[in-house]
């Protein structure tokens, strides 16, 4: 029996190693900035990471961010400090909650908010060195259709589109689908209501988008769900905390974290096999086309 158990071990050892870690990677982005996407990601960051997953949380925005903001974090250096060769990537994560792995961008640094295919090449490097075993990386990008937020939709398995029951959030979100799929061939995408009043006016805010998408576009939208208007969500934020965290109970929170596990059975794309830094080489080409396209 020992002798068997032994055997077991290498063998599960040995899958390991024949079998290379699966990075399950989330884009969340919007076509207008003020929807609440930050928010998103992060307490869809924390319910995964209740929910035994290792989380990685990046911050995309890369000229405003505020992930660390949002969460009460103070990092000392961020991803311009990578790019700079002044250290590793390991020396710029700070730890969230539940274990949630954040890396911070650099709010107001210009260079940052355009990188060129070189530098972004720079952190493919830093992300297939990292030390830290992960499950799922969750982006926030920046909010809009520059070419940063292209590359990073691109480049993802999965693009999460945050939209508001307000017309120019409609608006948006119908530009952005129409960029990445004319432009770039991306055809799937995933829809999620934030700020409605029920589960009812988030599916009709959802059909509000399909109407249109269907009638001009070529593509599949999934309704993944919807976040209610939730006045603890605002004290959350004052606190500097995620709603799941300091109001489990919470209508929003209820919400994130059904919405964490109707995640872990989305259909997976054939290309979301593969480590951490097959996501960065992905995005330089997608950096690529969106330059010259």
Not at 7 to 34: E, N, W
Not at 97 to 125: C, F, N, Q, W
Not at 127 to 151: E, Q
Request: aromatic share 6%; with cysteine.
């Amino acid at each position: 029996m020992p002798a068997g158990n032994n055997g077991d071990g290498q063998a599960s050892g040995l899958r390991q190693i024949i079998q290379p870690q699966v990075v399950r990677v989330i884009a969340v982005t919007s076509g207008k900035g003020g929807v609440g996407k930050t928010n998103i990601s992060a307490n869809l960051a924390l319910a995964m990471a209740q929910n035994g997953h290792r989380v990685m949380l990046m911050d995309a925005d890369m000229g405003l961010a505020n992930l660390d903001v949002i969460m009460g974090l103070q990092p000392k250096r961020n991803l311009s400090h990578v790019l700079a060769g002044r250290c590793d990537l390991d020396d710029v994560i700070v730890p969230g909650p539940m274990g949630i792995s954040v890396i911070p961008a650099a709010s107001g640094v210009r260079k940052m908010a355009s990188l060129s295919a070189p530098e972004t090449a720079g952190l493919i490097h830093a992300f297939s060195t990292l030390r830290s075993p992960v499950d799922v990386l969750i982006v926030d990008t920046a909010a809009g259709i520059h070419d940063t937020v292209t590359a990073f939709c691109l480049a993802a398995q999965e693009v999460l589109m945050v939209v508001c029951d307000e017309p120019a959030s409609i608006t948006d979100a119908y530009a952005l689908c129409k960029l990445l799929s004319r432009d770039f061939d991306l055809r799937r995408f995933r829809l999620l209501a934030n700020r409605v009043q029920s589960f009812a006016q988030g599916r009709e805010l959802y059909n509000k988008v399909t109407r249109v998408t269907d009638r001009f576009l070529d593509v599949v939208i999934d309704f993944v769900g919807a976040i209610p208007e939730d006045p603890m969500i605002r004290e959350a934020v004052q606190a500097q905390q995620l709603v799941v965290e300091k109001f489990p109970s919470a209508r929003a929170s209820v919400a994130f974290r059904r919405l964490a596990s109707d995640a872990e059975h989305w259909p997976q794309k054939q290309q979301a096999q593969g480590q951490l830094q097959f996501f960065f080489e992905r995005l330089v080409q997608a950096q690529s086309a969106a330059v010259t396209t």
